[in-house]
């Protein structure tokens, strides 16, 4: 992003702002300035990215046909199936107890 800065005045909501706020003061921001204009630039890189996605979903699609719900549907499952689980708690299979013999 450009170095050059513009004041502007918006308007924000509340939980925003003491959020912010609340960054400034644990130190995680400089200004609540740097704090808004960290988020702008984080949410102009997401719409580039879904841009670019949306583009090239269109040539994909144009070249090779509709991606169908089916074959969106074939590729969740499949990539469910292939998930590593890396926090909570996945379905273990559950081990009968031997009884102890008195």
């Avoid at 939980?15 to 704090?35: F, H, I, P, Q």
């Avoid at 090239?56 to 590593?84: C, F, N, Q, S, W």
Wanted: charged share 35%; no cysteine.
């Amino acid at each position: 992003m450009s170095e050059r800065k513009e004041r502007v005045t918006v308007t924000l909501d509340r939980a925003l702002v003491e959020a912010a706020n609340a960054a400034v003061a644990a130190g995680r921001a400089g200004s609540l300035s740097a704090w808004v204009n960290v988020a702008l630039a984080e949410h102009v890189a997401k719409e580039r990215r879904l841009a670019a996605l949306s583009d090239l979903l269109a040539e994909y699609e144009a070249e090779y046909g509709e991606i169908t719900p089916a074959e969106l549907a074939m590729r969740e499952r499949e990539d469910r199936r292939k998930a590593v689980v890396i926090r909570g708690s996945a379905k273990q299979p559950t081990r009968k107890r031997r009884s102890k013999a008195a």
